[in-house]
């Protein structure tokens, strides 16, 4: 059971622990994704426009794997932002409904709310777009788990980050 804590608190905690949750995962960083904002339940990502990671030379149209990855990242971190920040989840559904093509040349932003966490489980919505929300690029919804291999995984994170691996 989770220690109840302050919003403040909680908002000190993700601002603390903000810039390990995407330079610390290798797949994060290799797409460039970066962290735009984390509030309890809410997180907001960005995915830059790069000719490295066009799938069609041709339209120099984002790859879908890149978009995947954008909101299966974000909707992580609302879930764990929406856990209180204590538990990192591990993905246990991702349903995405792709809407149309990201613009060639514009970063894709993600935005994703927690909707219900409770026990070991939290549901998340995201939508992505590429500078309108209301003509979005994609859309996910999902669900989360706390399972005994992702906390190994926060244990390797945390003993890294002590050991100073990660910056």
Avoid: N, W
């Avoid at 974000?74 to 920040?85: D, E, I, T, Y």
């Amino acid at each position: 059971m989770q220690d109840e804590q302050s919003p403040a608190d909680l908002q000190s905690l993700l601002d603390e622990l903000a810039p390990l949750l995407v330079d610390g995962s290798h797949h994060a960083v290799a797409l460039g994704l970066t962290l735009v904002s984390l509030k309890p339940g809410v997180a907001v990502m960005r995915a830059p426009y790069s000719p490295d990671l066009v799938g069609d030379p041709e339209s120099g149209i984002l790859h879908g794997g890149v978009i995947t990855a954008l909101l299966d990242h974000v909707c992580g971190l609302a879930a764990f932002s929406g856990f209180g920040g204590q538990d990192t989840p591990a993905t246990l559904d991702l349903r995405l409904d792709y809407m149309r093509p990201a613009q060639p040349g514009l970063d894709v932003i993600a935005e994703a709310v927690c909707l219900k966490s409770h026990g070991l489980v939290a549901f998340v919505r995201a939508t992505a777009h590429d500078g309108d929300i209301d003509d979005p690029v994609a859309t996910a919804q999902a669900a989360f788990m706390v399972t005994g291999a992702s906390k190994a995984a926060q244990e390797r994170a945390m003993q890294a980050l002590q050991a100073g691996q990660v910056s």
